[in-house]
């Protein structure tokens, strides 16, 4: 079992500028998560997958964000037109089943100028 | 988004103490967490708690589900240094998938 894993690690962008981050869960997790974290904040939920189906959104989650789970593994976040105020972690996280605990990745830092 | 009230903020302690951190919600909770992270890393999970009145440890940390469900407590003992980070609860009704977090407490140990 090696973890959630998470890609890039740190990401620094131009505004305007279009970003995607991948996340692998822990293999046999079926439900992946995404959080944001801003400085001095804890993580806000943006959305989860159970398999390949997109099952949550929150309203922090703007029309430039896009998430895919295509084959129910890995996860890809994609924002669009990036914004200075798009600057934050972000979060992976996966469980097993409804109402487990939630295993964290290292997160994607990005930094957008 | 909502945040549950962690208190305190922030702690400046010696090694060797004891830490004890509460976090409230004005609304229940049917699981709390408890996480850590150290800076630049993702929160890693510390103890799971499922039921009101539980009380779980993971060798120095014991944390307790208030009986209310509004609130979570995590006690540390005999502080050492790499206990130094960031503490969020973070609590999920069932059925929602979806964590609240807390808004952390910083612990710093003092030489």
């Known amino acids: 079992d090696t973890g959630v894993s998470q890609d890039p690690r740190h990401k620094i962008t131009k505004r305007g500028q279009n970003v995607t981050f991948r996340c692998d869960p822990i293999?046999?997790?079926?439900?992946l998560y995404w959080y944001r974290q801003t400085l001095g904040q804890g993580p806000e939920f943006l959305t989860y997958f159970q398999n390949e189906a997109q099952l949550e959104k929150s309203r922090l989650l703007s029309d430039r964000f896009s998430a895919e789970r295509p084959k129910g593994s890995f996860s890809t976040l994609e924002i669009q037109r990036t914004e200075q105020g798009d600057s934050a972690m972000y979060l992976c996280?996966?469980?097993?089943?409804?109402?487990?605990?939630?295993?964290f990745g290292p997160g994607t830092r990005l930094t957008v100028t | 988004g909502q945040q549950l009230n962690q208190s305190p903020q922030s702690m400046f302690i010696q090694e060797g103490e004891d830490v004890s951190m509460n976090c409230t919600s004005s609304s229940i909770f049917n699981t709390w967490l408890w996480y850590k992270q150290d800076p630049g890393e993702g929160p890693v999970l510390l103890i799971a708690l499922y039921k009101a009145g539980e009380l779980t440890s993971n060798g120095r940390l014991t944390a307790q589900f208030g009986i209310t469900r509004k609130d979570s407590f995590l006690n540390i003992s005999a502080s050492i240094p790499s206990d130094v980070g960031i503490y969020f609860c973070?609590?999920?009704?069932?059925?929602?998938?979806?964590?609240?977090f807390g808004t952390g407490t910083r612990l710093t140990i003092i030489p």
């Open positions: 973070a609590g999920q009704l069932r059925g929602n998938e979806k964590l609240t």
């Open positions: 996280a996966s469980s097993l089943a409804r109402d487990s605990e939630q295993y």
């Open positions: 293999s046999e997790h079926n439900r």
